[in-house]
């Protein structure tokens, strides 16, 4: 006869008042929001600013650009870019898991009114 599962111990559950969680979980998710602001400020002056090594001629007898600062200036502009993006993606990322630590405050309410009425 197999015998029943034995239940697992209940942990005491939090009160609605978790301040600290709370406190915390909106700082992780305020991080991540100024991240992704420092991000799209340096994005707007990278795109506003002309790339350094490719400015063009201001005479019109001066000679344009090497291709070498060419290829460089561009080898730059792609490591921003790629920068950029991971900045981005750890943004947002951190952001996520911010919102997700202050939701899951309200989960544990939640579980602890069903738990308290006994449903």
Do not use: C, W
């Not at 993006?85 to 579980?111: C, N, W």
């Amino acid at each position: 006869m197999p015998t029943p599962p034995t239940p697992l111990p209940q942990t005491p559950a939090r009160s609605a008042h978790d301040l600290p969680g709370r406190a915390v979980a909106l700082l992780v998710f305020l991080l991540g929001v100024a991240m992704l602001v420092f991000v799209f400020v340096i994005a707007a002056h990278l795109f506003e600013s002309p790339v350094p090594g490719l400015d063009l001629p201001v005479k019109t007898g001066s000679p344009a650009p090497p291709a070498v600062n060419i290829g460089a200036s561009l080898a730059v502009f792609a490591r921003s870019l790629l920068l950029l993006g991971v900045m981005t993606l750890a943004g947002s990322l951190i952001a996520s898991k911010g919102a997700h630590l202050y939701f899951g405050t309200f989960a544990l309410l939640r579980d602890s009114n069903s738990a308290a009425s006994g449903k």
